[in-house]
């Protein structure tokens, strides 16, 4: 069950705490580097992004944005370096609606220097899915690599993205790239 | 319970698809006998057919009331789980962890047509107290690209019936007809445009050969629209823009130089209703975009947050009366409009009541889009001191004024960033359907008792991208939300009763004789006294109710139907003012009970 549904504190405070506070587990613990593919080592973190639902509030294409469900954090503007995004994830940041990840977290092993009871009210929810710290490590590469620093979504990111048969990414397509598309929808049929 | 045995109906399942296939495939016509076609005649005389439910709602007036009467105050306390059924289409797409059931089923002659989140219909043999499905046809919706532009759920309201085919849309924008006998697709068409941020989640409505698609996306820059697809032709027959074109009347109420209409929202997702003695269909429209910065779209916004009432023929605009007027609050009207006659000063009274988002319960003169009466149906009102007596609209309401703030220091606005509305955005009463007993002149509100706060960003021009959010901010959930049951005696514009719950009412409710049946999102479907709202009868279905009841007979036996399955807005964007909610899991399956 989906509770990303909070808006974030202050984003300034909330970089702030999570450069600050020391991570319990570093992300050097976290051991080798995720596999995947040697066409694309951030493949396996294309799946963590799907399979956690990380799409659910930043979108397929990390931009987030508002809307009923507040605002997820653009990843595509992030300045976040990838042991803060892997702190992110493992820890989700807390008093907003970014879960945490990492079994255990909060529990076994300190978040930001809390445990659940240190951090009270401003306790992260918890992930749909827990992550594995190479997972983790995946996502994050696959953020880095994928999303962050990107500028407005285009059709071949799209298509990276989902690899699939769905129309999801004709609205990213350049004029250029859509001739076929207008006599398709005005048959009105055939789908 | 069960009673035949896994053999027999396996068999008896094998026949019914095996027949069907063959006369399918032999004639290219089917065996479909007079009673089964469903005519004009029929839906205009449901009355004449208790033991069936064609419409969407009902009948053409949304009255949601079943002269049904074995199961009554009396012997409600005996009702049992006859049979269940598991249903599909609990999968996630687009941003949507999972789906959910929202519909209302259709009866006809001992058959149940349901639908799950994605659109998959199936076709349910109801005989001999058990159910066995005949077919299910899965339009196999499009899901990433429709579900990442659904704001608020992968939901199907339900379908409708029409000659010897199954009505019903997809949320990736088609309608769709399915033969009756077999389960296959006979034709489709699209009507909307995920491209566009375009989806469908409401039930059609059929009239005279029509069928009637409204459309979702005000979250989403749409410009919202109704439209009439002809049965026979499968070509539109005329699609009516609910914000008006540059020079048409009312597109004087959108005063900016942004050109905020075209992506003005209006949207239209509920099924409306249909007066066929003047030939006029009633629809609620939607929330203006972006929902909560009022302040780019200066003016009154027509014709959202309104009713609107259409000449079923052509679609031309008859009336419009406007609930909110520059909305900044998401209080749209997208609600059905039940259409009630009552006795009046100066003779009956034809009426159209509507059970708005922003709090209040509005009766207005059908015959000409007059304000009659209105009262406030939820505990707490903030935004207004109220309605004006004589016009209808909030008392803040300047018509003046390009922007209107209403009670200022509860309103969000570009100078109020942050701040606690009640109702909130939810409403009041969202999609879920009131139900009406022309008996007792009562009519009942599946209320949303709740506040929340509301944080504004303030919109740009080149903030507006095609499936992205358009909202000028968003809702968060500081606060319990609660619900309750209000009955409203129409004769008098007065509250009747109220029966509270401990959790919003995102189900809808069924009128009976002597009796009502809603449900909870914590589970429970209950039964309520017609009169006094006392509970008489309660059963945990161990999910979420997130649909309406309805009834039907089979085999001169009476049953109450409902599909149970928590999906929709409320356990993504809202769950946090339900906390006891998040235990609740996904789920998907139809209940049936009977004595």
Redesign the interface.
Same mark, same amino acid.
């Given at each position: 069950?989906?509770? *990303?549904?909070? *808006?974030p504190a202050a984003a300034g405070v909330l970089l702030a705490i999570v450069v600050a506070l020391n991570f319990s587990m570093s992300a050097a613990a976290y051991g080798q580097p995720a596999q995947a593919p040697a066409s694309d080592p951030t493949n396996a973190g294309k799946a963590v992004f799907s399979r956690a639902?990380c799409?659910?509030?930043h979108?397929?294409h990390g931009?987030g944005?508002?809307?009923?469900?507040?605002?997820a954090l653009s990843l595509r503007k992030t300045e976040l370096t990838r042991d803060q995004i892997i702190e992110t994830v493992g820890c989700g940041r807390p008093g907003t609606g970014m879960p945490f990840f990492l079994r255990g977290a909060y529990d076994e092993v300190k978040c930001h220097d809390m445990n659940r009871q240190d951090a009270g009210a401003q306790m992260p929810p918890e992930g749909?899915t827990f992550l594995r710290p190479k997972d983790i490590e995946a996502v994050s590469d696959y953020v880095i690599a994928h999303i962050k620093g990107g500028g407005e979504p285009t059709f071949a990111e799209c298509v990276a993205f *989902?690899s699939?048969t769905?129309?999801?990414c004709?609205?990213y397509k350049t004029q250029a790239q859509k001739p076929d598309d207008a006599a398709a929808?005005s048959t009105?049929?055939g789908? | 319970m069960e009673r035949s045995s896994g053999n027999t109906r396996m068999l008896m399942r094998s026949c019914l698809l095996a027949a069907a296939a063959a006369a399918a495939s032999a004639m290219g016509a089917l065996p479909v006998s007079a009673a089964d076609e469903v005519s004009q005649e029929r839906l205009l005389n449901v009355d004449k057919e208790p033991g069936n439910w064609l419409h969407h709602h009902q009948n053409y007036s949304a009255h949601r009331f079943s002269t049904l009467k074995e199961v009554n105050r009396d012997n409600v306390k005996n009702l049992k789980v006859a049979w269940t059924m598991h249903l599909g289409g609990i999968e996630?797409g687009? #941003?949507? /962890?999972h789906g959910g059931l929202e519909g209302t089923p259709i009866a006809e002659n001992g058959f149940l047509y349901v639908t799950d989140g994605w659109g998959s219909v199936y076709k349910i043999d109801a005989h001999g107290g058990r159910g066995a499905l005949v077919w299910k046809m899965d339009p196999k919706t499009?899901? %990433? @690209?429709a579900g990442?532009v659904a704001?608020?759920g992968v939901d199907n309201r339900g379908v409708a019936l029409w000659g010897n085919l199954v009505i019903s849309h997809t949320l +990736?924008g088609?309608l769709i007809a399915t033969n009756k006998e077999t389960g296959q697709v006979a @034709?489709?068409?699209?009507v909307a +445009?995920? %491209?566009k941020g375009e989806v469908i989640t409401g039930a059609p409505l059929i009239v005279k050969n029509m069928a009637i698609t409204g459309v979702a996306g005000a979250?989403y820059g749409i410009r919202g629209w109704i439209a009439a697809t002809d049965l026979s032709t499968?070509k539109e027959v005329w699609r009516t823009h609910t914000i008006p074109g540059k020079g048409e009347p009312g597109s004087e109420t959108w005063k900016d130089s942004n050109n905020a209409a075209a992506a003005g929202g209006g949207s239209t997702w509920v099924t409306g209703t249909y007066d066929p003695a003047t030939d006029t269909i009633i629809w609620g429209i939607g929330n203006p975009g972006p929902d909560w910065d009022n302040e780019y779209r200066p003016g009154d916004n027509l014709y959202t947050d309104s009713s609107l009432a259409l000449d079923a023929t052509t679609g031309k605009i008859k009336w419009h009366y406007q609930h909110t007027p520059n909305d900044p609050y998401d209080y749209d009207s997208v609600a059905e409009n039940v259409l009630v006659d009552v006795p009046g000063p100066s003779g009956p009274r034809k009426l159209a009541l509507e059970a708005d988002r922003n709090g209040f319960a509005y009766a207005i003169d059908r015959t000409n889009g007059k304000f009659v009466w209105g009262l406030p149906f939820v505990k707490k009102v903030t935004w207004t001191k109220g309605l004006d007596a004589e016009s209808g609209k909030p008392i803040e309401y300047d018509p003046n004024k390009s922007v209107q703030t209403y009670i200022a220091s509860v309103t969000p606005s570009r100078t109020n960033m942050e701040t606690d509305i009640c109702p909130g955005n939810m409403g009041g009463k969202n999609w879920p359907p009131t139900a009406y007993n022309p008996d007792l002149k009562l009519w009942y509100i599946p209320v949303i008792e709740s506040c929340n706060r509301i944080?504004v960003?303030v919109m740009t021009p080149d903030k507006l991208k095609?499936?992205?959010?358009w909202?000028?901010?968003? &809702? /968060?959930?500081p606060f319990k939300i609660t619900g309750s049951v209000t009955a409203i005696d129409v004769t008098t514009g007065k509250i009747a009763g109220k029966m509270e719950t401990p959790f919003p009412n995102l189900g809808g409710i069924l009128a009976t004789p002597d009796l009502i049946f809603t449900g909870q999102p914590s589970g429970e479907v209950h039964a309520l006294d017609a009169k006094s709202l006392q509970k008489l009868w309660e059963f945990n279905t161990g999910g979420g109710v997130n649909a309406p009841p309805m009834t039907f007979t089979v085999d001169g036996k009476q049953y109450i139907a409902i599909l149970v399955g928590l999906g929709g807005?409320w %356990?993504? @964007?809202? #769950? +946090?003012s339900t906390p006891e909610l998040?235990k #609740?899991? &996904?789920g998907s399956m139809l209940y049936v009970f009977a004595l």
């Open positions: 069950m989906m509770v *990303f549904n909070r *808006f639902n799409v659910g509030c979108k397929w931009n944005g508002g809307g009923y469900g507040g605002d749909g *989902f699939s769905s129309r999801v004709d609205v929808a009105g049929k789908q | 996630g687009g #941003i949507w /962890s499009d899901r %990433d @690209w990442a704001c608020c +990736d088609r @034709w489709q068409r699209t +445009d995920p %491209d979250e499968q944080k960003e095609p499936r992205e959010f909202t000028g901010g968003g &809702p /968060s959930q807005a %356990d993504k @964007w809202f #769950i +946090d998040k #609740i899991q &996904p």
